[in-house]
């Protein structure tokens, strides 16, 4: 199975901040890499696809970016409700597989 | 819009079995593939395995192979996981997830809200 290897864990933050969550995987995923926002006791969120992609609606303060086997989610002016964990998934082979989370924690 | 509403908790012994499911509106349900994906305590989601809405095809990772059993009732929209020979680590929420198109990439963009089963003897 492909390794997913997020950083920093935690990331401690403050509003207005510009923060960048990496995710890498342990062999190249071409650009199958998926990014989901998880807050406390409900389920992921769609945010990105396919390294770049925003899902519909998602603001446009973030921002994907990476090739191969390390990629980036940024996130600019950060605001109140974007405190929460942040995973990547990658869908290149089979089984996908996620990394282990990046929880954006308040300063 | 498109909901997955997902049964609710379970309190369940070592070696019972569990069935969730999850029932999807806002969208033609044999259109998509429904994926099931747990996350136990503290830790990463962890994907199960999917099925096929429109033809019942299913296909479980190696680990959960022996012991899942995916099903659909496209009357009802919705779509079942069944685990069986449960013990303490199968504790976790399960979800289940819509993959977002048909191109065959497990890339999920709609979930359900969860369902909390417990192992506890």
């Known amino acids: 199975d492909i390794q997913m290897t997020q950083s920093p864990s935690p990331l401690s933050a403050s509003i207005g901040d510009t923060i960048t969550i990496a995710c890498r995987a342990s062999q190249s995923i071409n650009r199958w890499l998926a990014w989901y926002q998880q807050k406390p006791g409900e389920a992921p969120k769609s945010l990105i696809s396919?390294?770049?992609r925003l899902q519909g609606g998602v603001p446009s303060r973030f921002r994907g970016d990476g090739f191969g086997t390390d990629f980036t989610l940024t996130i600019s002016g950060l605001q109140p409700e974007d405190f929460a964990t942040y995973y990547c998934?990658?869908?290149?082979?089979?089984?996908?597989?996620f990394g282990q989370g990046t929880r954006v924690e308040i300063k | 819009q498109v909901h997955l509403v997902q049964s609710g908790a379970e309190v369940k012994k070592p070696g019972a079995s569990v069935k969730v499911s999850c029932q999807a509106s806002?969208?033609?349900?044999?259109?998509?593939?429904i994926h099931w994906v747990r996350q136990a305590p503290g830790q990463r989601p962890e994907w199960m395995g999917w099925?096929?809405?429109?033809?019942?095809?299913?296909k479980s990772s190696q680990e959960f192979q022996a012991r899942v059993t995916i099903t659909r009732d496209t009357s009802a929209a919705t779509a079942y996981m069944e685990l069986s020979s449960l013990r303490s680590e199968d504790t976790a929420v399960y979800y289940c997830a819509r993959q977002y198109d048909s191109s065959g990439f497990y890339f999920f963009d709609f979930w359900g809200q969860g369902s909390l089963v417990i192992i506890s003897s």
């Open positions: 998934q990658q869908y290149y082979d089979f089984p996908p597989t």
């Open positions: 806002g969208y033609t349900f044999i259109d998509y593939v």
């Open positions: 396919g390294s770049s």
């Open positions: 099925i096929n809405a429109a033809n019942g095809n299913t």
